[in-house]
């Protein structure tokens, strides 16, 4: 027992040496718990959009282990990995805590993701970027080790345009989008689906990229938006790029009603710092907001309200950023119980998850038992689809929270998919010995 102990005692001084935060106590994961890494970035200029995700990802899983013992009777050890949003980092994250028992890995970066794409069939533990990373990825038969659900950058996109369609009374042609992007794999995974619906629906499409280095002085990107004087904005952000936009938009009083985010830019504190001036801007959601659901209120229960969670301020729990990461965690426990059924395990495998995840089905009846009755519409996953492109909502900010400003809205499945297939097809002609699957 002694020799355990200092055992422990040394791998946990290395873990820190690496930047490795340990959030429970490290032991012979794969056969007395159900691990779980988290790739995290609490610091660096995305830390304000890193942060709240962070902490809703732990807090739900951390509320599993004290109300529920886990899942499944099987305690849920949580490991965060500090990555900066950097994609070395987030490889040395990931080969540190893979042989660990590693059920499944949460990226949080679109260069992280493309980087263990590869690594997951290899390594048998699945890939989940929650509606971020490669979008082909989509298609279940070419990439059987990684699952982006609810929707894709592409569905998004599609499910946008359609938005600001319905909003110009059902025409784009002749209308002017601005795009602006963090100039990075993230932001400019949409530009296929949008300069494919540019050319069909007859809109001009300008784009407006934005260099890391450039995320908190945009006064050259807002004069283009100025000299373009397009009809609508879309946003790609993430950090520090999201509120230094809305605030230079409201600078040259360009209309908060036409400026759309991707739903990684409409976390509270990318809206808050510009005041009343960003009252009006929309961005993209597919869950709710607001700690009003009974899971929330057992989150602050059971973690918060005991010191469990790096959250302080109880307001923060129900923002939009950390009950996106509340979410994550649902589907990833929800993947796991799916996981131990279909098995009859408890102490389940990565290859096990991959299971779960590939027939996970999260119906409204299951929502409710789990507390979040109305929280996100149900979820399927199947082989052919890894994404299941569904429905999302445009909330609006009111100058102190996130209201929905329309219903749900379904993306153009029949234009995406084709061209989801076409990408998946030639990311993997040239892959030789790729892994690929059946499905019927």
């Known amino acids: 027992m002694k020799l355990a102990k200092l055992t422990l005692g040394i791998a946990v001084g290395a873990m820190a040496s690496t930047g490795i935060a340990m959030t429970s106590a490290p032991g012979a994961y794969a056969a007395e718990t159900l691990y779980i890494p988290l790739l995290t970035y609490r610091t660096g200029a995305y830390a304000g959009s890193g942060t709240p995700v962070a902490n809703g990802m732990h807090d739900y899983l951390t509320m599993l282990n004290e109300r529920d013992g886990g899942i499944g009777g099987i305690k849920i050890t949580i490991e965060e990995c500090e990555t900066g949003y950097k994609a070395s980092k987030g490889v040395e994250c990931y080969e540190s805590t893979k042989g660990k028992g590693a059920l499944v890995y949460n990226p949080y970066s679109t260069g992280i993701t493309l980087q263990l794409i590869p690594k997951a069939p290899e390594d048998k533990i699945p890939v989940l970027s929650m509606g971020y990373g490669l979008s082909a990825a989509a298609v279940g038969e070419k990439f059987p080790w990684t699952f982006n659900a609810p929707a894709t950058y592409w569905g998004q996109a ?133 700690a009003n659901y009974p899971a929330m209120q057992d989150i602050i229960k059971h973690v918060v309200s005991k010191g469990k969670s790096q959250v302080k301020d109880v307001s923060k729990v129900g923002e939009n950023l950390y009950n996106r990461g509340v979410m994550n965690s649902v589907v990833m426990a929800e993947a796991i119980r799916n996981a131990q059924k279909i098995t009859g395990k408890k102490n389940i495998t990565g290859e096990d998850m991959r299971k779960g995840l590939e027939t996970l089905n999260i119906t409204a009846a299951r929502l409710k038992e789990i507390g979040l009755e109305g929280f996100t519409n149900p979820m399927k996953i199947t082989c052919n689809d890894h994404s299941g492109g569904h429905p999302m909502y445009i909330q609006k900010w009111n100058g102190k929270n996130w209201e929905r400003a329309s219903d749900w809205i379904t993306p153009m499945k029949d234009k995406v998919r084709a061209l989801l297939e076409a990408a998946a097809n030639k990311y993997v002609a040239d892959k030789k010995g790729w892994k690929t699957q059946k499905c019927s």
Do not use: C
């Open 158 to 290: 599609s499910a946008i345009i359609k938005y600001i369609k319905a909003q110009e009374k059902g025409a784009l042609k002749g209308k002017k989008i601005g795009f602006i992007y963090l100039d990075v794999g993230y932001g400019r995974e949409p530009l296929p689906i949008f300069e494919a619906l540019s050319k069909e629906m007859g809109f001009t499409f300008i784009k407006i990229p934005v260099a890391g280095k450039e995320m908190q002085n945009q006064s050259s990107q807002w004069l283009q938006v100025r000299k373009h004087r397009p009809d609508w904005m879309i946003m790609w952000g993430w950090g520090s790029m999201n509120p230094t936009a809305i605030k230079e938009a409201a600078k040259i009083k360009f209309p908060m009603d036409k400026f759309i985010g991707v739903w990684w830019s409409g976390g509270d504190d990318d809206a808050r710092p510009a005041g009343k001036a960003a009252i009006g801007y929309k961005s993209v959601n597919f869950h709710g907001t607001g």
